[in-house]
């Protein structure tokens, strides 16, 4: 079983529409991350969760809410989006969010902004 | 201003030889690189990491290579196989700006596609 499981991988979106992607991770893990990866560019941290507590939000428009239930759940709850936001959405995961440790990622969602 | 930079968009290597990845980061604060692999419709997948008060790290085939006073680290496949054919991603990991202490964040290159040819 894939340790970190998002969905849905494909999302077509209208810019008024609203939509939550899923993320779910199976490692016992205690740090959460959404990155962005937009076409010829690295991937951007959006957001950061530790124990369910949002500790980073790294300069992202508030049209991206993200939602972390528990440590082993994470949303992100888009919506009013831009073409623009048009990317892949990854999420990962650590066992804690010191330095060093590997993160683990999903396959992401390609999301299409028309 | 890319604080990681992965300068090589490809690379292709013949199938037995060695592949060598370079990157560069400009940032002296970083204090570990990790590299991952990602292929196609799949996320990044964890390679191999090194402290920055290492200059090498190596596990099985993959050499990490640490040059701190260029700021300049190397990944070393031998002997590549066609199943390594991936983009691999160079990250570093610092202290985020802004941030509490403890508050690391991983900054990545954008990546080198290599090829493994038969």
């Known amino acids: 079983e894939t340790g970190v499981t998002q969905t849905p991988r494909h999302l077509v979106m209208g810019m008024t529409n609203k939509k939550s992607l899923k993320c779910e991770q199976h490692l016992g893990h205690n740090a959460m991350y959404w990155y962005k990866q937009s076409a010829k560019k690295p991937l951007e941290l959006m957001f950061v969760y530790n124990f369910k507590e949002q500790t980073e939000n790294n300069s992202v428009p508030s049209r991206f809410s993200p939602e972390c239930p528990n440590s082993s759940h994470l949303f992100l709850h888009l919506h009013t989006l831009q073409p623009e936001d048009s990317a892949l959405y990854l999420c990962?995961?650590?066992?804690?969010?010191?330095?060093?440790?590997?993160?683990?990622f999903g396959d992401g969602t390609r999301l299409s902004i028309l | 201003d890319q604080q990681v930079k992965q300068n090589s968009p490809s690379l292709s290597v013949q199938e037995g030889r060695i592949s060598i990845l370079n990157c560069d980061y400009t940032n002296s604060m970083f204090d570990y690189f990790l590299w991952y692999k990602k292929y196609p419709a799949e996320g990044p997948t964890f390679l191999i990491s090194?402290?920055?008060?290492?200059d090498k790290n190596e596990d099985g085939r993959f050499t990490v290579f640490l040059n701190k006073s260029a700021k300049h680290l190397s990944l070393h496949i031998v002997p590549s196989q066609p199943g390594d054919s991936a983009v691999y991603f160079c990250a570093a990991s610092g202290i985020l700006r802004n941030s509490g202490a403890g508050s690391y964040q991983l900054t990545f290159g954008k990546g080198t596609k290599l090829s493994v040819i038969p």
């Open positions: 090194i402290s920055s008060i290492k």
């Open positions: 990962a995961s650590s066992q804690t969010k010191t330095s060093g440790q590997p993160q683990h």
